[in-house]
């Protein structure tokens, strides 16, 4: 009997077997719900935007892609050559990943991954989320110079929400008791899966660079997306 905690993992093996309308109910405490298509997690190299793709050109040396999910990137570069290994916490989404003929996949917690030295760490679609908050996103800085090899880098995409407090004038309201705007909580549905609310974190181009510098990353936005989101490199010294 599988875990009654793993919507993705659950969807991504319905859509291998033939599920392909399967969709993942996505709440959250900041907008309306909203539903994640599951084949567009399985889509080609061809089908991914110009900026995913540009980080896959980005990539160099051993390649560890974070919160990998159906493997759409680490199959991407392991079809390239690229010593790619997928990670990811879904154990639905570790065995999606091996049925595609993902070599290297890893059921494991980022944080608790230890001893291996990765050159690039890759976090897509919103990937340094999972950090969930900036203390957080100051625990997981640290925690990838455990991961890096000497001049190693993280590509990660994020994206700066403010747009989402705006009023119909343009004016903004934020609540500055509440904490950093880009702090979000979801909560993913998958017929009877349920993931459980969880902290996610969008963070603007501006604080990100901020936090990299104090933990000694020198950093770089590489490509701007067209919904506010952007691809940034942090890079440790050789």
């Known amino acids: ?85 997928a990670l990811d916490v879904s154990a639905g989404a570790v065995e999606a990943m091996r049925r595609q003929g993902i070599r290297q996949v890893l059921h494991q917690d980022v944080y608790k991954l230890e001893g291996a030295k990765y050159d690039t760490l890759l976090m897509l679609m919103n990937g340094i989320g999972l950090a969930g908050s900036l203390p957080g996103l100051d625990r997981f800085l640290e925690h990838a110079k455990t991961l890096l090899a000497p001049g190693g880098q993280i590509l990660l995409e994020s994206a700066d929400i403010l747009y989402m407090y705006e009023e119909e004038d343009g004016s903004v309201i934020l609540d500055l008791n509440a904490g950093y705007y880009g702090e979000v909580k979801y909560n993913m549905k998958y017929k009877e899966q349920e993931s459980g609310w969880f902290d996610w974190l969008f963070i603007d181009a501006a604080i990100l660079e901020d936090y990299a510098l104090r933990h000694g990353y020198t950093f770089e936005v590489l490509q701007q997306g067209d919904a506010g989101n952007y691809l940034a490199r942090l890079e440790l010294e050789g």
């Open 1 to 85: 009997m599988r875990m009654k905690n793993d919507p993705i993992g659950t969807a991504v093996l319905d859509y291998m077997a033939g599920a392909e309308d399967a969709e993942v109910i996505v709440e959250s405490n900041l907008t309306e719900e909203d539903v994640i298509p599951v084949y567009y997690l399985f889509r080609t190299e061809a089908e991914m935007p110009e900026l995913e793709q540009q980080a896959l050109d980005a990539c160099r040396g051993a390649v560890l892609d974070v919160g990998a999910g159906a493997g759409c990137h680490t199959l991407a570069l392991q079809q390239r050559g690229v010593n790619a290994t």
